[in-house]
């Protein structure tokens, strides 16, 4: 008891010192479905721009459907992993329509994209090979590395000079694996696949590519990184996630070569010690990939709500990140300033979170909106209208 104690203590002073510093984190409770108008527990009804909702499906009533007819005829879950006693005929149909979607060659479910890129390296790579990783790259791809034994090098983001440079360096190693995020979530710019891939051709290294922020956002079906830069199927490695464009609830994938495929079927810990994804999750998936195999017309709507909001702000006078995705990030540097903004823009209805230390570096507070296909043109007009009266009163518009 007098050792916790002491370490309670400790974590009293650590919370305190985040409080002060301005960056402690604090979750605002929804009481409806996740949607493009969603209800607060203050009683608010808000405008939601800040979830991962890219195609508005979250709350879609054929994909609960589809959900419910799979738990119906399922079960609720699978109380198993998938090699002892926990693989049903959904999984192997969820991944076949994922790879088909990708155009590889197969694919292995997991509980979370986090999972996927938790799993992947360790049992592929050891210490005769090479990582060469993105900086920017996101935190499931971090400790991925980690706890893989490959030699590790980074490049700076999307710089394919100091890539060049690690892939020269790498040489000494066996094996190369260039690891990218399709889309970089804090920032919205999309990785330049092309020369990451003619690069690694060059050199004599594999790609993998995390599509979590791309894949239903990025290309014009809707196909991700891979689409855009005309190199579907020639990519060794795809990572991504359910929780996002493809209906936002859980569960992520790997899909690729069959042999890498094979091989962490064998070895890849996520998948071998956890649990399988449930069957209505299953079902909604199948649902949504089938769906988007044979209609754009969400993507059609995304990219253009992005083209004309991301427009608009520019022309307001945000500072925002260059973007080739459905992520616009209006920088505003102070990390209180951008909890300021954001609480401000709850007042006018707007629900949006401020992004500072340690999730962004450190000068770097921004807050980071996320345009859905469900929203309409007269919803992105009084989001805009909100940010410029905000930022007009915080002084912040370079206008």
């Known amino acids: 008891m007098q050792t916790y104690k002491k370490f309670q203590e400790h974590l009293t002073r650590e919370l305190a010192s985040i409080q002060s510093a301005g960056l402690y984190k604090r979750e605002r409770i929804i009481t409806s479905p996740q949607a493009v108008t969603i209800a607060l527990q203050s009683g608010q009804q808000v405008l939601n721009f800040c979830a991962n909702n890219y195609l508005g499906l979250s709350d879609s009533r054929e994909l609960i459907a589809a959900a419910r007819k799979a738990m119906e005829s399922r079960g609720y879950g699978m109380s198993s992993v998938r090699f002892i006693c926990g693989t049903q005929d959904l999984h192997k149909e969820l991944e076949a329509v994922v790879a088909q979607f990708f155009g590889t060659e197969?694919?292995?479910?997991?509980?979370?994209?986090?999972?996927?890129?938790?799993?992947?390296?360790?049992?592929?790579?050891?210490?005769?090979?090479?990582?060469?990783?993105?900086?920017?790259?996101?935190?499931?791809?971090?400790?991925?590395?980690?706890?893989?034994?490959?030699?590790?090098?980074?490049?700076?983001?999307?710089?394919m000079q100091d890539l060049e440079a690690q892939l020269r360096a790498a040489q000494a190693q066996r094996f190369r694996l260039v690891v990218t995020d399709g889309v970089f979530s804090m920032d919205?710019?999309?990785?330049?696949?092309?020369?990451?891939?003619?690069?690694?051709?060059?050199?004599?290294?594999?790609?993998?590519?995390?599509?979590?922020?791309?894949?239903?956002?990025?290309?014009?079906?809707?196909?991700g990184a891979t689409e855009e830069f005309n190199l579907r199927?020639?990519?060794?490695?795809?990572?991504?996630?359910?929780?996002?464009?493809?209906?936002?609830?859980?569960?992520?994938?790997?899909?690729?070569?069959?042999?890498?495929?094979?091989?962490?079927?064998?070895?890849?810990?996520?998948?071998?010690?956890?649990?399988?994804?449930?069957?209505?999750?299953?079902?909604a998936g199948i649902y949504t990939f089938r769906y988007l195999s044979t209609s754009n017309v969400l993507q059609d709507k995304l990219h253009e709500n992005t083209r004309y909001f991301i427009g608009q702000m520019q022309q307001a006078g945000f500072d925002v990140k260059p973007s080739q995705s459905a992520i616009c990030a209006v920088m505003l540097y102070d990390a209180k300033l951008s909890?300021?903004?954001?609480?401000?823009?709850?007042?006018?209805?707007?629900?949006?979170?401020?992004?500072?230390?340690?999730?962004?570096?450190?000068?770097?507070?921004?807050?980071?909106?996320q345009i859905s296909a469900a929203h309409e043109r007269e919803q992105l007009d009084k989001c805009i209208r909100a940010f410029v009266k905000v930022g007009g009163e915080l002084g912040v518009l370079k206008n």
């Open 233 to 283: 199927g020639k990519i060794e490695i795809l990572t991504g996630t359910l929780g996002k464009a493809f209906g936002g609830a859980i569960g992520g994938f790997t899909t690729g070569k069959k042999e890498i495929i094979a091989m962490l079927r064998q070895r890849s810990r996520p998948y071998l010690f956890s649990n399988s994804l449930p069957p209505a999750v299953v079902g």
């Open 106 to 159: 197969d694919a292995i479910l997991y509980a979370a994209c986090f999972d996927a890129n938790g799993g992947v390296f360790e049992p592929l790579l050891d210490e005769q090979d090479a990582i060469i990783s993105d900086a920017l790259n996101h935190a499931s791809i971090i400790d991925g590395v980690r706890l893989c034994k490959a030699v590790r090098y980074r490049y700076a983001n999307a710089d």
């Open 188 to 223: 919205g710019n999309l990785a330049p696949l092309d020369k990451i891939h003619a690069l690694a051709e060059k050199y004599g290294a594999m790609v993998m590519v995390d599509e979590s922020h791309s894949a239903g956002v990025v290309g014009k079906t809707g196909r």
């Open 339 to 369: 909890q300021d903004m954001a609480s401000r823009l709850l007042d006018e209805g707007i629900y949006v979170t401020g992004f500072y230390y340690p999730v962004v570096p450190k000068g770097q507070a921004r807050i980071r909106i």
